[in-house]
């Protein structure tokens, strides 16, 4: 169809023919996933596969990875997957031993290890640390293993000194918890302590105190220390222990993007009043605000995108004098902010390409730009410990890494630190680095760059908006319209797709003389919230339109062809190369289409998709229906299109989107004579992967269907 024609109707209450496939662990949706597994796996592999795999792998698996760390204390932690390692190791080094070409670390927890001595499967899902008394060492840390690599998590205390879980210390069933530490025998907890504990969208809505020695059930006896009613995405209570600064903080996530968030006061809950779509963070005595539709006060208008600095104590007493430290432009985005000690980080994007800013407070917020961003790549800084207190450099505090990627280039991690002109923090006229960032480490290349080219383009969508895409293939490439192209995007809750290196894209798709290409489309956050709410809800088809002109203007570069372009995308993503298919089937000759939401009649009735309705619409309203059923594929096949070539993949334990609407599309399909591959892991969560074998097969597979679509070799 063309991008001014009328969507496919459907009716108001269209009859669902697999809703059996909704009974996730249910012995027939199983079999049924099982049966297609197996058809799948026949098609796909064979030698060349097999090959093609192992290299994916190769790179996922390689010992010359950058150990990426965080600083806790006087140790750099990390959480490594390799092929001895599959479930991976929670380890430690100190710096000195971090700079070295071969660090020697400490391992925390082996998860194979234990796995194999409890019997049970688990994955790892992060830790959360107690930040200790000054001068003290780190201790306690409560660790959080997924049984499934879904969100659901069980949590279990672990001695930082001792090196193990502590006995009889504190330990949560899974669940999809929420936690804070208060101090060394107190926790902040929201989690599932039965009926009326959860909201809609499966996220806890009740904090309460959790001391050590008592249990689950002794917690849901007690009243909230803070609660928000069920129809909210989420509520809860974290703890600042910064000195000087300690406070405890509750949010109330009305939805994706309104939220209201409290300060205890003498044991009230007080509301930082500013509008709910305002973002809200803290620091020290600062607290920073970034509207996300424009907002006026004090008699200033103030745009959408725009970062404000006021005193807390101040903003509390009744002032808005706010000051605006950063102010977007047409083309310019603020993606991000890190405080160290003295200093604010701003990560901007300017097209698409990354530019730094650094802020110091003390000389009234005077700006500088940190030269360290070549153009077409992302940069980020952000602090390594702001409240590093290392008596050996007072200036500690103010340190920062700096990670630099592109498409052709690897990441490299640097280390710097900021200060004024006289060397020391909060001192400046303007912020300067108070050394040169050193190269900490460089990953390698997994395939030659030196044959390729990162362009950026700008297609014209419907309505005449410029949409930016990158462009990534061999610096000799034919414009003749045959070059097997892939195009990426999402184009939702305001994710900006950002130049990055994949060394398993060099090798599935550049290599093999492919064209990867990477659209900007609106719903995203490349040029700031304006970007994203253009595209929400009954104006999603915004990011549909931009997606298609991209895919046109591809064509009419002749860069690919229709029949030679295949797209690929997960979750929103999903949704979005399912709206490729459906609404748009003659622009592609192949569609991969990931862990989805598909379905959109029901998609607020399956796993977390209640917490999305800000973004896409309630179907449960008329006349919000009316707009959310030209966007749903699963209610736009019809019998007399050819279709793409068509890859869904999902997983059994996604928690978060759910594998059923995957299922009941390519079921659909099926029913309907339309050619569909289907693929569902069993386990991994909404990356669909938990481990580095998981995830090489998941990329390979997507990537080699495509290939063979476009080659016409299926």
């Keep these: 169809m063309t991008d001014t024609a009328a969507p496919p109707t459907i009716s108001e209450q269209p009859a669902d023919e697999f809703l059996w496939l909704e009974d996730i662990h249910g012995d027939d949706a199983m079999a049924w996933v099982r049966e297609r597994n197996a058809r799948t796996d026949a098609a796909l592999v064979n030698p060349a596969y097999s090959a093609l795999e192992a290299?994916?792998?190769?790179?996922?698996?390689?010992?010359?990875?950058i150990p990426m760390v965080s600083k806790r204390g006087s140790?750099?932690?990390n959480f490594w997957?390799?092929?001895?390692?599959?479930?991976?190791?929670?380890r430690r080094t100190t710096w000195d031993s971090y700079l070295s070409s071969s660090p020697s670390w400490d391992v925390l927890l082996d998860v194979d290890a234990l796995c194999a001595s409890s019997g049970e499967d688990w994955f790892w899902a992060g830790a959360s640390f107690l930040r200790p008394a000054p001068g003290e060492d780190y201790r306690h840390a409560m660790v959080a293993l997924s049984p499934d690599g879904g969100d659901a998590v069980a949590y279990r205390e672990f001695d930082l000194a001792t090196l193990g879980f502590v006995a009889g210390g504190f330990e949560l069933p899974t669940a999809k918890t929420r936690l804070s530490w208060l101090d060394a025998d107190t926790l902040y907890v929201g989690t599932d302590t039965g009926a009326g504990s959860m909201t809609a969208s499966s996220y806890p809505?009740?904090?309460?105190?959790l001391r050590r020695g008592?249990?689950?059930?002794?917690?849901?006896?007690?009243?909230?220390?803070?609660?928000?009613?069920?129809?909210h995405i989420s509520g809860g209570v974290t703890h600042s222990s910064t000195p000087g600064f300690e406070r405890d903080v509750?949010?109330?996530?009305?939805?994706?993007?309104?939220?209201?968030?409290?300060?205890?006061?003498?044991?009230?809950?007080?509301?930082?009043?500013?509008?709910?779509?305002?973002?809200?963070?803290?620091?020290?005595?600062?607290?920073?605000?970034r509207p996300r539709t424009d907002w006026t006060v004090a008699g200033t208008s103030h745009a959408a995108g725009t970062l404000l600095a006021i005193g807390l104590d101040a903003f509390m007493a009744g002032s808005r004098e706010v000051r605006t430290i950063f102010a977007p432009t047409a083309a310019q985005s603020l993606q991000s902010w890190s405080w160290t000690r003295d200093f604010l980080l701003l990560n901007l994007l300017a097209d698409v390409s990354s530019k730094i800013l650094v802020l110091d407070p003390a000389a009234d917020w005077a700006a500088s730009e940190l030269d360290a961003c070549p153009p077409l790549h992302s940069v980020d800084a952000y602090a390594v410990d702001d409240e590093d207190a290392d008596p050996e450099n007072p200036n500690a505090g103010n340190d920062y890494w700096l990670v630099a990627t592109g498409f052709l280039t690897p990441s490299t991690v640097y280390r710097g630190t900021l200060a004024g002109p006289g060397g020391t923090g909060g001192a400046s006229a303007a912020p300067v680095a108070g050394e040169v960032a050193a190269l900490v480490r460089e990953a390698p290349s997994f395939f030659n760059a030196e044959n390729y080219s990162v362009e950026q383009h700008f297609a014209v969508s419907a309505?005449?908006?410029?949409?930016?895409?990158?462009?990534?293939?061999p610096k000799d490439l034919v414009l003749d319209g045959g070059n097997p192209t892939l195009l990426s995007g999402y184009g939702g809750f305001e994710v900006s797709r950002t130049p990055a290196y994949s060394g398993a894209v060099g090798r599935s798709w550049l290599e093999r003389g492919g064209v990867f290409v990477v659209a900007n489309i609106r719903g995203g956050g490349e040029y700031g919230p304006s970007w994203h709410t253009a595209a929400l809800q009954e104006n999603r088809h915004r990011a549909y339109e931009d997606f298609a002109a991209v895919a046109r203007d591809l064509s009419a570069r002749k860069v690919a062809s229709p029949s030679r372009l295949g797209c690929a995308g997960g979750s929103n993503g999903g949704l979005l190369v399912g709206n490729m298919l459906t609404h748009y089937p003659e622009l592609f000759g192949a569609v991969s289409c990931g862990v989805p939401l598909l379905d959109?009649?029901?998609?607020t009735k399956l796993s977390a998709g209640a917490s999305w309705i800000a973004e896409y619409g309630d179907p449960d309203a008329p006349e919000q229906w009316e707009f959310i059923k030209t966007f749903s594929p699963y209610h736009l096949l019809r019998a007399d299109v050819e279709y793409p070539a068509t890859f869904i993949w999902t997983a059994t334990s996604d928690d978060r989107v759910g594998p059923v609407q995957a299922r009941k599309m390519a079921a659909r399909m099926e029913s309907m004579r339309i050619p569909v591959w289907f693929h569902e892991a069993l386990e991994g969560g909404h990356a669909g992967a938990g481990n580095n074998v998981q995830a090489a097969r998941l990329h390979s597979a997507s990537h080699e269907f495509l290939w063979r679509a476009l080659n016409g070799q299926l």
Excluded: C
């Design 81 to 90: 997957r390799d092929e001895a390692n599959p479930r991976g190791l929670w």
């Design 463 to 473: 309505d005449g908006t410029r949409v930016p895409y990158f462009q990534v293939g």
């Design 205 to 209: 809505a009740a904090t309460r105190v």
């Design 600 to 603: 959109m009649r029901r998609y």
């Design 214 to 231: 008592e249990s689950l059930a002794d917690l849901a006896e007690k009243e909230p220390l803070f609660s928000v009613p069920l129809d």
């Design 55 to 65: 290299s994916v792998l190769q790179v996922l698996d390689s010992a010359d990875r």
């Design 75 to 77: 140790w750099y932690y």
């Design 250 to 289: 509750a949010y109330d996530a009305l939805d994706f993007f309104n939220s209201r968030t409290f300060l205890r006061v003498d044991g009230d809950w007080v509301h930082i009043d500013v509008p709910d779509d305002m973002s809200v963070s803290l620091h020290h005595e600062w607290l920073l605000l």
